[in-house]
């Protein structure tokens, strides 16, 4: 079955710097594009990132522009999502989630909790 | 790219129907029909519930319906069931090839 475990959230300080990975399993990961969402406590979704199967394009949400970059390794069936110049307002849990051929997110990993706090 | 409005909460009795709105511009919802809308229960993940305005995946109950009419998407649910108590989100795909979320509706079933 369709597997999205994150991983890497924690505890970090403001102005540093934290990479978030997806591990996917149960689907060919090559043939699906990936996104980024993350939800602050008490709020609701908002969308990062995401880039294509092949990782030759990838879309960035204006709020995070030069400060997030999303990836990934296919040989490793892992996306990653690397944040820079954190901020308290990145406090969130981040999702990673699957694209279902540019017209939904189909399957949600369990979320990591960033916490951005001195 | 400014998030989807959604009604802040709406509520029904079982066995009746509700209706969401999400409401978009012509950049997004008005411009592709590539909106879902997601189930989201307390402290659990997102669920796909419609896709592409009204399509539903496997598994989905027939219960939940969707729809489109110029830059309003809306989401139906019928015979509402007490499991039906959750957060509901419309998303769409904008003309700048991100995408945006409503802000999300709190169901109750009273």
Not at chain 2, 53 to 76: E, H, I
Not at chain 2, 100 to 110: D, E, I
Request: hydrophobic share 35%; proline share 4%.
């Amino acid at each position: 079955q369709v597997q999205l475990v994150e991983s890497g959230g924690g505890v970090v300080r403001p102005g540093r710097t934290l990479k978030l990975s997806c591990a996917a399993s149960g689907f060919p990961f090559t043939d699906y594009g990936m996104h980024w969402v993350r939800q602050a406590p008490g709020k609701g979704l908002e969308w990062l990132a995401g880039l294509w199967s092949d990782g030759t394009e990838k879309y960035n949400a204006d709020s995070v522009e030069g400060r997030f970059t999303i990836s990934r390794d296919n040989s490793k069936d892992t996306v990653f999502l690397q944040m820079n110049s954190l901020r308290a307002e990145d406090t969130a849990v981040y999702y990673c989630a699957r694209d279902l051929y540019n017209s939904a997110f189909d399957y949600w990993g369990q979320g990591t909790l960033v916490t951005v706090s001195s | 790219q400014s998030a989807l409005t959604q009604p802040a909460s709406v509520s029904g009795s079982p066995g009746q129907s509700i209706t969401i709105s999400c409401i978009g511009t012509s950049s997004d919802i008005g411009s592709f029909n590539v909106v879902s809308w997601y189930q989201q229960c307390p402290g659990k993940a997102p669920k796909l519930l419609i896709y592409a305005v009204n399509k539903r995946p496997s598994g989905v109950s027939n219960r939940f319906s969707g729809s489109k009419s110029g830059n309003t998407a809306s989401l139906t649910i019928s015979g509402l069931q007490a499991e039906d108590e959750a957060d509901y989100y419309c998303n769409s795909l904008t003309w700048s090839r991100t995408w945006v979320f409503g802000g999300g509706t709190k169901l109750t079933v009273l």
